[in-house]
């Protein structure tokens, strides 16, 4: 049986993937972890772009990452990362909520694609390696089958570009109602067959209705990047689902030992991103402390 065969047989197929020699675990290696901050958790509005910058390089962030589009000069930006010598690894696509790859409307879908492109060059111009993309988003008017098909195709008409550019595009498991099994996101990287598509594990998004760690060790090395946040499962049972995200990092129901342990069988080396509520210095000092500790950062 051909490869693309084994991956169409469905969910065995699916648990098949962890054993196909690009994503075994191998020997297991300490995790590498590069940690930042989502530019826009930086709330110092008395600083220039470049003194955010340099707060974050103080704080011992090594990385930061922005939005596109957005309203900064991209020059300055750019003038800002080479003075302080803070790497912008990487771009979130800002418009993939409000014009959805998976819209029944081609135009709405256009005009995600044009945002996911403008996000591949705003990327590259940054130096960053990806583009995180909420891939399709299903409801009441977009099935399940027809966020899949449709996501797909839009991104593949995207895939040459970010060939070309060198960028990533990293799918994010977000509350979309969509790719909710670590086991079909596995398969829907698969599919592409491209080196330039990968995930973006969100760690905290897993915790409402999994575990974190077992996502980790069957998305393997298709996992790019991770986003950083915490849930409570009490806190969202009682007040609401979005409620579990408000507790401190450290401090809910995920289990961050048996996280980083998925992360070192995988031999994860990369980004670590926070995506909390950000602050002054105190807080994003603060907020520095827990990643160090939950990441075992030195």
């Known amino acids: ?14 648990v098949g993937l962890t054993l196909n020699a690009r994503h075994t675990f191998g020997q297991a290696r300490k995790v590498s972890v590069r940690k930042a901050v989502k530019f826009g958790m930086v709330e110092a509005p008395d600083l220039t772009i470049a003194g955010k910058f340099q707060l974050l390089k103080d704080l011992g962030y090594d990385g930061v990452e922005m939005e596109s ?5 991209r020059d300055e930006v750019i003038a800002a990362r080479d003075s302080v010598g803070l790497p912008i690894h990487g771009v979130v696509d800002s418009v993939h909520w409000e014009k959805t790859l998976s819209d029944p409307d081609p135009a709405v879908r256009k005009a995600g694609v044009d945002g996911l492109k403008t996000a591949i060059q705003d990327s590259h111009a940054y130096g960053g390696s990806t583009v995180l993309l909420v891939p399709a988003v299903v409801n009441k008017q977009v099935s399940y089958a027809d966020a899949y098909s ?14 070309e550019y060198g960028i ?22 698969d599919e592409f067959e491209s080196d330039h598509v990968g995930w973006y594990f969100d760690v905290g998004n897993v915790v409402t209705y999994g575990w974190p760690e077992h996502w980790i060790r069957i998305l393997g090395s298709r996992i790019l990047k991770l986003d950083i946040k915490e849930y409570s499962r009490a806190k969202g049972e009682s007040e609401g689902p979005f ?10 129901d995920c289990d961050w030992t048996s996280v980083y342990e998925a992360l070192t069988e995988i031999g994860f080396e990369g980004w670590a991103t926070a995506e909390v509520p950000g602050g002054d210095r105190a807080r994003l000092e603060e907020l520095a402390r827990r990643m160090n500790r939950v990441l075992r950062i030195q």
């Open 150 to 163: 449709r996501s797909q195709m839009e991104v593949r008409k995207v895939l040459p570009m970010a060939t």
């Open 69 to 73: 589009p957005n309203d900064l000069d």
């Open 168 to 189: 990533k595009i990293a799918f994010e498991n977000v509350w979309n109602r969509f790719l909710l099994s670590p086991l079909e996101c596995a398969r829907y990287v």
């Open 243 to 252: 409620a579990g995200f408000e507790v401190p990092l450290g401090e809910g």
């Open 1 to 14: 049986m051909d490869r693309r065969k084994f991956l169409l047989t469905g969910s065995i197929g699916a």
